[in-house]
């Protein structure tokens, strides 16, 4: 794999997360191509990708209007992360310079399989990749679905691209929504609780610094248990003592609704995907 060389079509937050990732794992970034929008994006992104990326072959969709199109010529592999509303008009765009082997992953919330393959061309190896920003780390979660023309050599691929940044599960595309509210957006609410954490900190008088130290390497630390257990039931039950502390934080999350509120926010998130799909698909 190390040897082929793999694009990535609009390197921001998601994209410029596999990219590092991917990078971080050794593959190396003389054989790693990026694109962005904007000439002044394009000039921050080595160093947003860290310190392995020097060697990333970077352009700019301002700068050269067949930016993209240079990007994808010979790559084994394209991975695009360009926003849901614009991914099938950038794909579309793409079809004549890719080849006909290339592996084409999007990474975009809430476009089908079956709009990519149309913007593509019905032969191209087309997969729906759904990833998470811890890939940036190598602890993303990432579901992928493969369209009809994919091969098990350009799957084996993917998962290898893929695997290097994380976990990866293959899935019914059907699932494509829950796994967004899941896994995709999931970091979002540990972030959020680590938020909450903070402020809930400093009303009861840390101050902020401290505050922000103890709750972010708390819920890291808490997430680091689950990597090697993942059974969030029994790591909780093991941090509450009967009669203790922690029973009545939990007492006052489960009667706050915590349980009904977490599935109305991932119902939210899951129609939206859906929503989307009807949106933007062509
Ligand atoms: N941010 C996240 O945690 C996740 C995002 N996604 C998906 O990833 C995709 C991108 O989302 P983000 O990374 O959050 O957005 P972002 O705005 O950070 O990145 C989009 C990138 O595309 C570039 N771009 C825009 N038009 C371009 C063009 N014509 N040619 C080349 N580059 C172009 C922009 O310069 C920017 O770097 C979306 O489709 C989203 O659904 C999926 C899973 C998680
Ligand atoms: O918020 C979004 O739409 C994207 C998809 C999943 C995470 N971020």
Same mark, same amino acid.
């Given at each position: =794999?190390?040897?082929?060389?793999?694009?990535?079509?609009?390197?921001?937050? =998601?994209?410029?997360?596999?990219?590092?990732?991917?990078?971080?794992?050794?593959?190396?970034? *003389?054989?790693?191509?990026?694109?962005?929008?904007?000439?002044?994006?394009? *000039?921050?992104?080595?160093?947003?990708?860290?310190?392995?990326?020097?060697?990333?072959?970077?352009?700019?969709?301002?700068?050269?209007?067949?930016?993209?199109?240079? @990007?994808?010529?010979?790559?084994?592999?394209?991975?695009?992360?360009?926003?849901?509303?614009? !991914?099938?008009?950038?794909?579309?765009?793409?079809?004549?310079?890719?080849?006909?082997?290339?592996?084409? !992953?999007?990474?975009?919330?809430?476009?089908?399989?079956?709009?990519?393959?149309?913007?593509?061309?019905?032969?191209?190896?087309?997969?729906?990749? =759904?990833?998470?920003?811890?890939?940036?780390?190598? #602890?993303?979660? %990432?579901?992928?679905?493969?369209?009809?023309?994919?091969?098990?050599?350009?799957?084996?691929?993917?998962?290898?691209?893929?695997?290097?940044?994380?976990?990866?599960?293959?899935?019914?595309?059907?699932?494509?929504?829950?796994?967004?509210?899941?896994?995709?957006?999931?970091?979002?609410?540990?972030?959020?609780?680590?938020?909450?954490?903070?402020?809930?900190?400093?009303? %009861?008088?840390?101050?902020?610094?401290? @505050?922000?130290?103890?709750?972010?390497?708390?819920?890291?630390?808490?997430? @680091?248990?689950?990597? #090697?257990?993942?059974?969030?039931?029994?790591?909780?039950?093991?941090?509450?003592?009967?009669?203790?502390?922690?029973?009545?934080? $939990? #007492?006052?999350?489960?009667?706050?609704? $915590?349980?009904?509120?977490?599935?109305?926010?991932?119902?939210?998130?899951?129609?939206?995907?859906?929503? =989307?799909?009807?949106?933007?698909? #062509?």
């Amino acid at each position: =794999m190390s040897e082929k060389i793999v694009t990535f079509i609009g390197t921001g937050s =998601m994209n410029g997360a596999i990219a590092s990732g991917l990078l971080a794992s050794g593959f190396h970034a *003389q054989n790693v191509r990026a694109t962005v929008h904007s000439a002044k994006s394009a *000039q921050e992104l080595p160093e947003k990708l860290g310190e392995e990326a020097e060697g990333v072959e970077v352009f700019s969709s301002e700068v050269s209007a067949d930016a993209n199109q240079k @990007a994808v010529q010979g790559a084994a592999a394209v991975l695009l992360g360009v926003k849901p509303y614009d !991914i099938l008009d950038v794909l579309e765009s793409l079809k004549d310079a890719l080849d006909e082997e290339t592996v084409v !992953i999007s990474v975009a919330a809430g476009v089908s399989l079956d709009s990519l393959q149309k913007a593509a061309g019905k032969k191209q190896p087309v997969i729906r990749c =759904m990833p998470n920003t811890p890939a940036r780390v190598g #602890k993303g979660a %990432l579901a992928y679905s493969a369209g009809s023309t994919v091969t098990a050599e350009q799957r084996k691929l993917a998962e290898e691209i893929l695997g290097a940044v994380g976990m990866v599960f293959q899935v019914e595309e059907e699932q494509m929504d829950a796994v967004t509210a899941l896994s995709g957006s999931g970091p979002a609410y540990a972030f959020l609780l680590a938020e909450c954490m903070k402020k809930a900190g400093m009303e %009861l008088g840390i101050d902020e610094e401290l @505050a922000k130290n103890l709750a972010s390497t708390t819920v890291a630390g808490a997430g @680091a248990l689950l990597e #090697k257990d993942p059974n969030p039931e029994d790591l909780r039950k093991a941090v509450t003592s009967p009669g203790g502390t922690t029973e009545q934080a $939990i #007492k006052a999350f489960q009667e706050g609704g $915590i349980e009904e509120l977490t599935l109305r926010a991932m119902t939210a998130n899951a129609q939206k995907s859906a929503e =989307m799909s009807q949106e933007y698909n #062509k």
